[in-house]
């Protein structure tokens, strides 16, 4: 043992992993309690080191503050160290060998504030080692102090650090054109454009599909979605598309590991940050996304040409398919694109130039959208309200629990209606434009498809044999409204 002096000189040691505003706070919580094990023992504190934003498990990772601890200390300038506790201290079990070492060998007394180890004892010594081999397995698992962190940002809505998503600075602040992208590639899914064409467009691929002579058959491509190169410098792809899709971020909810991050009642805690789309596009995006029928869906996904998927077979009801420049059902039907394009072409734009077009669409309720977000919070604060009282002893655990599912069964079926609301609305805008024959002609093919599926059904029958010119009759174009009006009692 060391001589001991008449009072014994203490150095604190305060570590903090994240360095942002706010944890701030949790260093002075240390700093405080490593005061009290001072005054408590009649220490005295001659030196204070902080390591800020600094891990304490990775050797590569300079940390100024304990260097300079180690060197005072073996400059014999202190003779006792307080941490809150030993992970702050260090996670490398071989230096905290060397403070065990200094513990037993030169009389270093070594204590933690939550009172988990004082190397000045062998309970301490053992609990020590055993900590540290524990936390560097911790560490090198996942990082979990990390993570705590990261799930506490989260639930109050800050940014995650470390990765800016596409559209945001770090600090997430708007960065205006990838934001302006960002809101194209939702729109563009919602309105039935593919991962594919997106991803291409993005990428800055040729944006219109010719046919064998050379002549514009349709924009291939969704409108609207710019060329933006992608901070890895490789092209986009579907997967990098879905990874903006689904990012809750976007439409301004927390999210951790991909998850909307909600608050004690169920409600998604808002993010500090700009949403760049509406929840509900966000939210049918999602619907879209997780749509089994995706793939097969007609208007959907990944069509080069009008008809593909969409129009049926005459013969069997099933859509066709295209082959070279035709549309053909294997055995039933095989008919040149161009002619048939031609004709849905003009039957649509006739249709869309009727003056009684809006009494012919279906109905789309932005009244009763907002009717409904409105009975939603309303069941959110029931249950809120329901666990105040429950927390207060005004009710008991069976009514609370009683009026919580009643509220959660209610708060399901609002949303699903909600989302009924916003379905189908790919052909919207060119229904609801000023001039929808206009807003057609500059539609993009899956606004174009998605158009043709709301207001008619087309089959395709065999052309008959040994006509070389284009027969009309033989392509069935049935409106779908008229047959779906209200009946009369
Ligand atoms: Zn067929």
Redesign the pocket.
């Known amino acids: 043992m060391a001589r001991r002096r008449e009072t014994t000189r203490a150095a604190i040691y305060l570590r903090i992993s994240l360095d942002h505003t706010g944890e701030g706070l949790a260093v002075e919580r240390q700093r405080a309690d490593c005061e009290r094990i001072a005054r408590e023992r009649g220490w005295k504190i001659v030196a204070t080191y902080t390591d800020n934003s600094i891990s304490a498990s990775d050797k590569a990772k300079v940390r100024p503050d304990y260097d300079r601890m180690v060197r005072d200390y073996s400059n014999g300038r202190f003779d006792a160290v307080i941490c809150w506790d030993l992970d702050r201290l260090t996670r490398q079990p071989r230096q905290l060998e060397d403070w065990i070492d200094a513990a037993t060998e030169r009389g270093l007394l070594l204590v933690t504030a939550n009172g988990e180890a004082d190397l000045s004892t062998d309970g301490g010594r053992l609990f020590a080692r055993i900590k540290a081999s524990v936390a560097r397995a911790e560490v090198e698992r996942k990082g979990a102090r990390q993570s705590a962190a990261q799930r506490q940002r989260a639930a109050m809505g800050r940014p995650p650090r470390g990765v800016r998503p596409t559209g945001y600075t770090l600090d997430g602040e708007v960065i205006s054109h990838e934001a302006e992208a960002v809101h194209a590639i939702f729109t563009a899914f919602s309105k039935g454009s593919s991962l594919k064409a997106i991803a291409a467009a993005l990428s800055g691929a040729e944006q219109v599909e010719r046919d064998e002579d050379d002549r514009t058959l349709v924009q291939r491509l969704p409108h609207n979605v710019p060329v933006l190169p992608t901070r890895s410098g490789r092209p986009w792809n579907p997967t990098s598309v879905i990874g903006i899709l689904r990012n809750p971020r976007y439409a301004g909810w927390s999210a951790l590991d991909g998850e909307i991050v909600r608050d004690s009642t169920g409600a998604p805690v808002q993010g500090q940050w700009k949403p760049l789309v509406s929840d509900t596009l966000w939210l049918d995006v999602q619907r879209r996304l997780d749509d089994p029928a995706r793939k097969t869906n007609r208007v959907g996904t990944d069509r080069k040409h009008l008809g593909a998927g969409l129009f049926l077979?005459?013969?069997?009801?099933?859509p066709?398919k295209t082959h070279g420049g035709r549309y053909r059902?294997?055995?039933?039907?095989m008919r040149s694109r161009a002619p048939i394009d031609d004709l849905l072409l003009s039957t649509i734009r006739a249709l869309l130039a009727r003056p009684d077009l809006a009494d012919l669409l279906p109905v789309q309720d932005e009244h009763r959208a907002g009717e409904l977000r409105e009975a939603v919070k309303k069941q959110r604060d029931r249950i809120a309200r329901a666990r105040a009282d429950y927390t207060a002893e005004l009710i008991d655990g069976s009514l609370y629990k009683e009026i919580k599912d009643g509220a959660d069964q209610e708060i399901q079926r609002l949303e699903a209606e909600r989302l009924m609301l916003t379905a189908g609305d790919a052909s919207a805008a060119v229904l609801r434009a000023e001039s929808p024959v206009n807003a057609f002609d500059n539609a993009d093919l899956a606004e174009t498809r998605a158009v043709i599926d709301t207001l008619c059904t087309v089959r395709l029958y065999p052309a008959p044999r040994g006509r070389k010119s284009f027969d009309p009759e033989t392509v069935e174009i049935t409106p779908r409204f008229g047959t779906s009006t209200a009946r009369t009692p």
């Open positions: 077979c005459g013969v069997c009801d099933k066709v059902c294997a055995g039933h039907v």
